[in-house]
């Protein structure tokens, strides 16, 4: 059973502050990462994507990717109250059985308080 | 433009009854996807097509049945459903699964209760 597991939340950070949200895999083989936020009662809205080891930056977004440690990760600076929403990773796939289907993390709630 | 949209937003049906749920998009994506969600739960995986072809069914029940009549639609065919699939059903696509482009977008979904 391939895994994707997010560090537990809630997580609650004041506004102006980064707030920091981490995942693991467990197929090392993966190549592809995704990072989604989902307002409550609305679909999942796909916010950053990396495929190579390191840092990718899209205005307060930075994920982070280390394959070796099999670890994503999410930075969100200037953090505002309307990035209160529950950050889902996903992982896709690799191959046999897994090839081509994304893999969802349990999510993390992030409150950002005003 | 990376808009899926999904028909209808919200659909009360009874267990003896047949509804069906549609996506579209028109990004040229050629892999669609149906995905099941729970309050509080990350979407499940139910079917994927691939060119137009189902290239992944979950083990969904039959009572569920997929239909991509093109490229650029899917649906979603509901038939004697049982209170516990009242969900969230969600759509999306991305280009082709052979290519190195497998962001997935979502529709905003329908929200289904079975009463």
């Known amino acids: 059973q391939k895994e994707v597991e997010q560090n537990s939340g809630p997580l609650s950070v004041p506004e102006g502050a980064i707030a920091s949200l981490n995942c693991t895999y467990s197929?090392?083989?993966?190549?592809?990462f995704f990072w989604y936020r989902q307002y409550s009662g609305k679909s999942p809205e796909l916010i950053m994507f990396i495929y190579s080891n390191g840092d990718k930056e899209d205005g307060r977004f930075t994920a982070q990717l280390n394959k070796a440690s099999q670890y994503v990760s999410l930075l969100i600076r200037d953090s505002q109250p309307s990035d209160s929403a529950t950050y889902l990773c996903a992982v896709r796939g690799a191959g046999g059985t897994s090839y081509g289907k994304l893999t969802f993390g349990q999510g993390t709630i992030l409150t950002v308080h005003p | 433009d990376t808009e899926v949209t999904q028909t209808p937003k919200h659909l009360v049906m009874g267990m003896t009854n047949k509804k069906s749920l549609k996506c579209e998009q028109h990004m040229g994506h050629r892999a669609m996807y149906w995905y099941k969600q729970k309050a509080k739960k990350p979407p499940e995986l139910m079917f994927v097509y691939s060119y137009e072809k189902l290239s992944i069914n979950e083990s969904v029940p039959s009572r569920f049945s997929p239909e991509c009549p093109n490229s650029s639609l899917l649906n979603l065919h509901l038939h004697a459903l049982q209170p516990e699939d009242s969900a969230l059903y969600l759509c999306?696509?991305?280009?082709?699964?052979?290519?190195?482009?497998?962001?997935?977008?979502f529709g905003p979904g329908t929200r289904l209760t079975v009463t």
């Open positions: 197929d090392r083989g993966s190549q592809s």
């Open positions: 999306a696509s991305s280009q082709a699964e052979d290519t190195s482009a497998y962001e997935q977008y």
